[in-house]
């Protein structure tokens, strides 16, 4: 798969080249290949599309990342300086969008290609919902899980059924695995919520409170201001906590208040209905992979 990256983003003149590579170098989790690959196994896992299917999702999930961080003014991503801190915003852009373009260009079967610009449609639907923000009256919580659920869940979704599809498994087989992967998506994004306000800056690369600092309310945030209507719910009222005292008192009232085993119970809830799905399929050693990484992503929030 890390051959088929590497073609990828071979084309072009030495800048593009190395702005479209800038994210692959940098490394990253490739839950999304994996889940491909673990997909696969319920059907035909030697199938000729099966490699590029995991590829094109990596090369959508870095297409993504170039663009979230210009949303986000995100500084830095996999430890490196972001695309448009390392060029510019155009740039950035622009080689997200070439990246799109190149995971296109793999070859898939014809339905699979169908489900993809579906999939990158979500993508793009959820970023709008999140810059438009919840209309007067919606609940700020669902808003914001149903944000997640297209801007992150969906490509996990897919990528899960992708590797089931082009394996040739059965449907309800990769009906089952895209249940799968948009239930262990949530959870995994939750539960980068609960890092986010937990972790020390070694651990996270970024620092604790990021959101917090930025004005974003996660899912303790959420929890919080539903909870909670004294000074923490004053704090999170501010916006952006940018004054290193207002943050540090919010960040320890936050980590103490009731909402973070809330939003842990929420994560939980979510792995849970995620190891449900995966035990009804077919007995097999990717099976017992689906269900570890069910259990690990509630394990990485403790």
């Known amino acids: 798969m890390e051959m088929h990256l590497r073609e990828a983003v071979s084309d072009g003149f030495p800048m ?19 889940l491909v690959l ?23 999930h870095a297409a993504s990342l170039y663009h979230d961080d210009v949303m986000d003014e995100a500084p830095l991503r996999h430890g490196v300086p972001s695309a448009h801190v390392k060029w ?16 296109a260009g793999l070859e898939l079967p014809e339905q ?20 438009a923000g919840p209309a007067p ?3 700020r919580l669902d808003h914001y899980l149903q944000v997640l659920q297209e801007k992150s869940a969906a490509l996990i979704r897919f990528s899960a059924r992708l590797g ?25 994004q939750l539960s980068d ?24 309310l996660t899912l303790p945030a959420l929890h919080a201001l539903a909870l909670e209507s004294g000074r923490l719910a004053e704090l999170l009222a501010l916006g952006p906590l940018t004054d290193p005292s207002l943050h540090a008192e919010a960040l320890t009232l936050l980590r103490g208040s009731p909402a973070m085993l809330t939003a842990r119970a929420e994560v939980e809830r979510y792995a849970a209905e995620a190891a449900a799905v995966a035990r009804a399929l077919p007995a097999n050693p990717a099976r017992d992979v689906l269900l570890a990484l069910s259990r690990q992503v509630v394990h990485r929030t403790i």
């Open 193 to 216: 919520d609960l890092i986010d306000v937990l972790s020390e800056p070694d651990e996270s690369g970024k620092g604790a409170g990021t959101d917090l600092r930025a004005g974003v």
């Open 137 to 139: 009256g919606d609940d």
């Open 38 to 60: 673990l997909g696969a196994e319920f059907g035909d896992p030697g199938a000729p599309s099966v490699i590029p299917a995991a590829a094109s999702v990596e090369l959508v």
């Open 164 to 188: 089931g599809l082009c394996a040739g498994a059965p449907p309800h087989v990769t009906a089952a695995l895209a249940e799968y992967g948009e239930l262990l998506g949530m959870a995994f």
């Open 88 to 103: 510019d915003t155009k740039v950035a852009i622009l080689v997200g969008d070439y990246l799109f373009a190149r995971a």
């Open 16 to 34: 593009l080249r190395e702005a479209a590579g800038h994210l692959l170098e940098a490394g990253g989790k490739r839950l999304r290949p994996l």
């Open 112 to 131: 699979a290609r169908v489900e993809q610009a579906r999939c990158v449609a979500h993508l793009v639907a959820g970023q709008v919902r999140e810059s």
